[in-house]
């Protein structure tokens, strides 16, 4: 498969889609607090989706091979779920962090976006982790111009989160996203530079680091005799794991990041750009 390189309409169309996954997070937001479930979560989602942007949830019955159907409207994943957790009864509670990921399809596209949440309030550890995934996310997103490769991203967030004594998760990447929820390229948050895929003007795919408290294993999670449900991703030892998810453009001058809204977290001080390069579309 190779990659899409989006025109100027598929831009904007992108650019409209984008926008609206990051709304749906800067809507979620204070109603992530103690006592909340998830599933209420996935709830308001799916109706702020269906009912007010007249868009749809991509995750909702999304089946890749060896899936079965994904049973909700966005994935949150809790303290040691490292990726695709599942909506459920259960509280959060104070010192929980989240990750909430979510993809409204909007006129045929694709707006995929995550961010983590912290929980009321949460230890000096638990709120170092999701800062240093953030600005890891970020020292990616810096690194995208034309001419520059897939793996400049990657080692530069690899180099930072190790830096900070963390760990990259090497099962699952970023990917391209346009009409298709999973496009070409996969995009590796660890490598060395100067390697893969050259960076061209009208490529867009996320970049999404999964960063571990503890080591970068991750496994299934079958606790006892509860059977797999197919999706919910964990760290090995069970360390906390906190991951940040922007889709990004390649511009003619450097990135343009789609997935900002009026509520998005600004980008740390080493990410501001000169206009020739903008942060929001």
């Given at each position: 498969m190779s990659i899409v390189i989006k025109d100027a309409a598929g831009?904007?169309?992108?650019?409209?889609?984008?926008?609206?996954?990051s709304e749906v997070l800067d809507m979620l937001t204070p109603h992530i607090v103690p006592g909340i479930t998830t599933r209420e979560?996935?709830?308001?989602?799916?109706?702020?989706?269906?009912?007010?942007?007249?868009?749809?949830?991509?995750?909702?019955?999304?089946?890749?091979?060896?899936?079965?159907?994904?049973p909700a409207s966005l994935c949150t994943s809790v303290n040691d779920v490292v990726c695709h957790g599942i909506p459920d009864d259960v509280p959060l509670k104070d010192g929980d962090i989240v990750n909430v990921d979510v993809t409204p399809i909007y006129d045929g596209w694709h707006g995929d976006n995550s961010r983590m949440f912290v929980v009321g309030k949460a230890s000096i550890a638990a709120k170092r982790l999701c800062q240093v995934t953030f600005e890891a996310m970020w020292k990616g997103i810096v690194k995208v111009r034309p001419g520059a490769r897939l793996g400049d991203i990657g080692h530069a967030i690899q180099t930072y989160a190790e830096k900070n004594g963390y760990s990259v998760v090497r099962e699952y990447c970023g990917h391209g996203v346009g009409q298709k929820f999973h496009e070409e390229p996969q995009v590796l948050h660890y490598g060395r530079p100067g390697t893969l895929e050259e960076l061209v003007p009208g490529m867009i795919f996320t970049?999404?680091?999964?960063?571990?408290?503890?080591?970068k294993d991750i496994k299934d999670d079958r606790k006892g005799?509860?059977?797999?449900?197919?999706?919910?991703?964990?760290?090995?030892?069970?360390?906390?794991?906190?991951?940040?998810?922007?889709?990004?453009?390649?511009?003619?001058?450097?990135?343009?990041?789609?997935?900002?809204?009026?509520?998005?977290?600004?980008p740390p001080d080493f990410a501001l750009q000169p206009a020739s390069a903008p942060v929001a579309g």
């Open positions: 831009i904007a169309g992108m650019r409209t889609a984008c926008r609206l996954g979560i996935d709830r308001l989602a799916h109706d702020y989706m269906v009912n007010v942007q007249k868009s749809i949830p991509a995750t909702l019955n999304y089946q890749p091979p060896g899936h079965p159907p994904y970049i999404e680091p999964m960063i571990n408290q503890g080591r005799n509860k059977p797999y449900d197919g999706w919910t991703i964990v760290t090995k030892d069970r360390s906390l794991s906190a991951q940040w998810e922007h889709t990004v453009l390649v511009t003619e001058t450097g990135y343009e990041v789609l997935t900002m809204s009026a509520g998005s977290p600004p």
